[in-house]
Nanobody
Framework: QLQLVESGGGLVQSGGSLRLSCAAP????????VGWFRQAPGKEREALSC?????GSTIYADSVKGRFTISRANAVYLEMNSLKPEETAVYYC?????WGGGCGVLREAAFGSWGQGTQVTVSS
């Protein structure tokens, strides 16, 4: 099981931007699909986006499509623009070995390795 570490969270004003990073220190993520999720207080965890191991395929939840961009290089990144106060949450990255199908359906159960999360707070 991978040890994933998220970074880049913080406090931002409504309409602002943040870039989150996800890495597995000492271990390349080259063969893993990586997804981003968030969980707000009192709510269920929400799937946001996924990028395939090759980077050639990405999927987004409707709630973030057009505002969030997932990418990968040495780590996996989530660029978040036009943030809203209701998007205040703990943001998690998760990884799943890519057996050839890419991200498939964006669902929590497909990912076996999770980070500890990074807090994102959007002020109004």
């Amino acid at each position: 099981q991978l040890q994933l570490v998220e970074s880049g969270g913080g406090l931002v004003q409504s309409g602002g931007s943040l870039r989150l990073s996800c890495a597995a220190p000492g271990f390349p993520l080259d063969y893993y699909n990586v997804g981003w999720f968030r969980q707000a207080p009192g709510k269920e965890r929400e799937a946001l986006s996924c990028i395939s191991s090759s980077g050639g395929s990405t999927i987004y939840a409707d709630s973030v499509k057009g505002r969030f961009t997932i990418s990968r290089a040495n780590a996996v990144y989530l660029e978040m623009n036009s943030l809203k106060p209701e998007e205040t949450a703990v943001y998690y990255c998760a990884a799943a070995y890519d057996w050839g199908g890419g991200c498939g359906v964006l669902r929590e159960a497909a990912f076996g390795s999770w980070g500890q999360g990074t807090q994102v707070t959007v002020s109004s």
